[in-house]
């Protein structure tokens, strides 16, 4: 256990970053914040806003298994792997294969059920005492579904969330037209979990809970890390963009960027950038029309819409190709045909007014973060992982770190999330 009194270091400032930075100020220990972007504008900045207790599933499912390869041969499928990038990520995807047994997908829905749950009460804590509450809107999480086909391919998927008693509701008919009256009528059945909510602006509700950390003495600086110098039990100073920081416990939450962080550190995780792009229709564009109450996922295209303080917010597909590589907005523009498929009454004509964004969704081949203690230093932690569950997962995540960095009782077994199943030291 670290039970030191210093300075804890943490390097990202995303929603596990801050949640993580507001859970060790209230165990005692001062914090500084380090990233490259200012908070809430990585990640957080453009996801699909849900906050999803009942997404337990890892995503190596036999159901989802068998509806890859036709993804792959569809250019407008929900998955992607450009083939320069694919000799990279060939161990991510060999690992990813052997995640898919029936024991292992049962072992990682119980542990992302575990971190998953309570999450909205959470935020809604985290957010009420940052002032920024009214980010937080319930109304639960809605899948629907083109056809009975991929409402069978999912079977799966439902059958691990109920098992860990997450509340599913299935409707149909005039019962799905009358919580959602502006789906297209070919959206005959519809799954919805009830307890799930929303974030009106991610980035908002992270700048929020910065100005949080701000204002209880947590250092807040836009650096990027170089390099490091290391020390016996941590790097003693990280070498940045703005001059060398000293360090005595160090945190790396840097999402997708986690990975080259560690490989300076001398560990190696099996980290993939799993690339998420979304579309954003402005408010004026849709005056006057309340498209969409709640996130609604049509579940075949793997897209979600959620009305936020921007406007609409078309969101999903997976796209591996990498840190570097330029974006393909081709996709995210496939998303306003999509989006009057599911929403007969938005407006065409849009594609001027709409912006476009992608981001680096950080995704491990068991679906579970790594959250824990080096394997080789005792004074650095890891939190990063999270794939599509990080604005879910972040204050629980912040609580279960900030938990073993100073020496107190975990709020869950930690074990499920240990780095040294990666590393070969659990």
């Keep these: 256990m670290d039970r030191g009194t210093g300075t804890v270091t943490i390097v990202g400032a995303g929603i596990v970053g801050v949640s993580a930075a507001l859970a060790l100020l209230n165990a005692g220990r001062p914090v500084r914040l380090i990233d490259r972007v200012p908070p809430g504008e990585g990640c957080s900045f453009g996801n699909a806003a849900v906050i999803t207790e009942g997404s337990v599933e890892p995503l190596a499912l036999p159901?989802?298994?068998?509806q890859v390869p036709a993804w792959l041969l569809d250019p407008e499928g929900p998955l992607v792997v450009r083939w320069g990038h694919l000799p990279r990520a060939l161990p991510?995807?060999?690992?990813?294969?052997?995640?898919?047994?029936?024991?292992?997908?049962?072992?990682?829905?119980?542990?992302?059920?575990a971190l998953l749950r309570g999450s909205v009460a959470?935020?809604?804590?985290l957010a009420e005492a940052a002032g920024v509450g009214e980010m937080i809107r319930p109304g639960g999480f809605l899948y629907v579904y083109h056809g009975q086909r991929g409402l069978a391919a999912d079977r799966g998927i439902w059958a691990l969330r109920r098992a860990q008693g997450v509340r599913v509701e299935a409707l149909e008919g005039p019962r799905l037209a009358e919580l959602e009256p502006g789906l297209g009528s070919v959206f005959g059945q519809g799954l919805w979990m009830p307890d799930d909510a929303w974030v009106i602006s991610p980035a908002g509700l992270?700048?929020?809970?910065?100005?949080?950390?701000?204002?209880?003495g947590g250092r807040i600086e836009c650096a990027e890390v170089l390099g490091l110098e290391p020390g016996p039990e941590a790097p003693r100073r990280l070498f940045t963009s703005i001059g060398d920081i000293p360090v005595e416990t160090l945190l790396i939450a840097a999402g997708a960027h986690s990975?080259?962080?560690?490989?300076?550190?001398?560990?190696?995780?099996?980290?993939?950038?799993?690339?998420?792009?979304?579309?954003?229709?402005?408010?004026?564009?849709?005056?006057?029309?309340?498209?969409?109450?709640?996130?609604?996922?049509?579940?075949e295209r793997r897209m979600v819409a959620t009305p936020v303080a921007g406007g609409l917010r078309l969101a999903g597909t997976a796209e591996f190709a990498g840190l570097s590589a330029p974006p393909d907005?081709?996709?995210?523009?496939r998303f306003l045909e999509w989006g009057r498929t599911l929403l007969p009454g938005l407006p065409g004509g849009l594609d001027g007014e709409a912006s476009?964004?992608?981001?680096?969704?950080?995704?491990?081949?068991?679906?579970?973060?790594?959250?824990?203690?080096?394997?080789?230093w005792r004074r650095v932690f890891y939190a990063f992982g999270h794939g599509h569950t990080g604005l879910t997962a972040g204050p629980l995540t912040g609580r279960l770190i900030a938990a073993q960095i100073a020496g107190h009782r975990p709020p869950i077994d930690p074990a499920p999330y240990a780095p040294g199943r990666f590393t070969g030291q659990s």
Excluded: C, N
Excluded at 63 to 66: A, K, P, R
Excluded at 329 to 333: C, E, K, L, N
Excluded at 359 to 374: A, C, M, Q, Y
């Design 259 to 299: 990975g080259r962080l560690a490989a300076l550190l001398g560990e190696r995780f099996p980290l993939e950038s799993e690339r998420g792009y979304h579309l954003q229709v402005p408010p004026q564009a849709v005056s006057g029309r309340t498209l969409v109450s709640r996130p609604v996922m049509w579940a």
């Design 329 to 333: 907005f081709a996709r995210a523009a």
């Design 122 to 125: 959470a935020h809604r804590g």
């Design 206 to 216: 992270v700048r929020g809970l910065a100005a949080e950390v701000r204002r209880r």
């Design 63 to 66: 159901g989802v298994m068998s």
């Design 92 to 113: 991510f995807f060999w690992r990813f294969l052997k995640a898919a047994g029936p024991a292992r997908v049962r072992a990682v829905a119980a542990a992302q059920a």
């Design 356 to 376: 476009r964004w992608m981001g680096h969704r950080p995704t491990l081949p068991d679906t579970l973060p790594v959250i824990g203690r080096s394997s080789r």
